[in-house]
């Protein structure tokens, strides 16, 4: 069913194609024990696959006409609400990493132009804040939803 719902929220994200050489947020290896917000997962995997595809127009390459990554922020801000209002269920790390998640929406918010224009600008220290501020919040969400 898990891999039904990834199928389809690919389907779904049309925010172009990775290449290997990009990083991926994937689910961590299921272990015995069961995620504590399983009706969260489907979502959190979807949100994961938008942040993993949209890498692709940061790096100028071509984006799907449906692109959907200029919702990308809106809709980390959405799916991370929702686990912060099951927060309790997480581990202590994983609360922690909602929190940070959150901090890292902050820092990145005034790059949203930046962002809309394909992860450039003429302003070689906004490129370098805005990327390292995109690359914070790709491995704060990955951490956050492989420990949910």
Not at 7 to 28: E, M, N, R, Y
Not at 51 to 60: N, S, V, W
Not at 89 to 117: D, H, M, N, Y
Request: aromatic share 4%.
């Amino acid at each position: 069913m898990r891999y039904s719902a990834l199928a389809l929220a690919f389907l779904l994200v049309g925010c172009g194609t990775s290449t290997t050489s990009l990083p991926k947020i994937a689910p961590a290896p299921a272990s015995s024990s069961s995620s504590p917000l399983p009706d969260l997962q489907p979502r959190l995997d979807a949100i994961g696959t938008l942040l993993t595809d949209c890498i692709t127009r940061l790096r100028g390459e071509p984006v799907d006409p449906a692109d959907n990554c200029v919702h990308v922020l809106p809709d980390v801000t959405g799916v991370m609400d929702e686990v912060e209002k099951q927060s309790s269920k997480l581990p202590p790390s994983a609360q922690a990493g909602v929190a940070e998640v959150r901090r890292q929406l902050t820092a990145i918010a005034p790059c949203e132009p930046w962002f809309a224009a394909g992860g450039t600008s003429a302003d070689a220290a906004l490129n370098a804040r805005c990327d390292e501020a995109w690359n914070a919040l790709f491995k704060g969400y990955n951490a956050v939803r492989n420990a949910a």
